[in-house]
């Protein structure tokens, strides 16, 4: 695993105290890169694609940021179960990898403001005309067993559910009409409704996700520089609609 360069001298001589145990970021002609830790392994967020390139919402989300905040990124696809270790220990600046914001993860780094809402959402076939879940009382709704979108279905009265141990066959269900609808998180949807070739002429995704399930981009708790720095990018690429032409783009 990479780590960035430590600039030790340049900061003794401009006095400027690191953040104990912080990731410093390289600086080199000016510029500061900084290396992105993600799990390439969620579609449409983060993933390998043929060429092996890591690419995705996130990804792409992380270089407007970057562009709009004037630093450069180098990307270390990393394994989910080591991936908070890893920002603890130093091994990298920052993760992008669809992870969301709780208050138990704040205790032990630092989060963005948050960047997408992928709460849960309903997946209907295009015939419906169902827009919220409550259009779909008396017929049968699919959700992946003891998931948040289990618990949102349970909530409207009069839906009937059918849970499932995967969350792929209930998309297989709905294909072969025996259910009418799915929930799921967005990013779920997006990848079976509008990715796989043998759904997305089948499926659509519809309204606005109904729960709130942010993420965020984490730094290492206490490396303020660094997170302010990423902040402003965000900004920046809500301010200027690039996060809705993402959203677009992988999403919906």
Known sequence: MRKLRLMIAV????????VPSAVVPTFAAGEITITVA??????????VDANKNIIGFDIDF???????????????NTAWDGIFAGIAAGKYDAIIS?????????????FSIPYINAGQVLIVPKA????????????????????????EVQKVQGVVMKTYDEI????????AGRIVGVV????????????????KDKFKIVGEPFTEEVYGIVVQKGNQKLLDLINKGIRAVQAKGIDKELTKKWLK
Not at 38 to 44: G, L, Q
Not at 62 to 76: E, I, L, S, T, W
Not at 136 to 150: E, P
Not at 168 to 175: K, S, V
């Open 11 to 18: 900061m003794l001589m401009a006095g400027v105290l690191a």
């Open 62 to 76: 992380m270089n407007a940021v970057a562009k709009q905040a004037g630093f450069k990124v180098k990307y270390q």
């Open 98 to 110: 669809s992870v969301t914001i709780t208050d138990e993860r704040k205790k032990t780094m630092d």
């Open 184 to 199: 799921c998180d967005t990013p779920v949807a997006a990848d079976y409704a509008l990715q796989k070739a043998e759904y």
């Open 128 to 151: 419906s005309t169902a827009v919220v879940l409550a259009d779909l009382k008396g017929k049968n709704v699919g959700a992946q067993l003891g998931t948040t979108g289990a618990f």
């Open 168 to 175: 792929g066959l209930a998309f297989e269900d709905m294909a």
């Open 38 to 47: 993600t799990d390439a392994t969620w579609p449409p967020m983060e993933i």
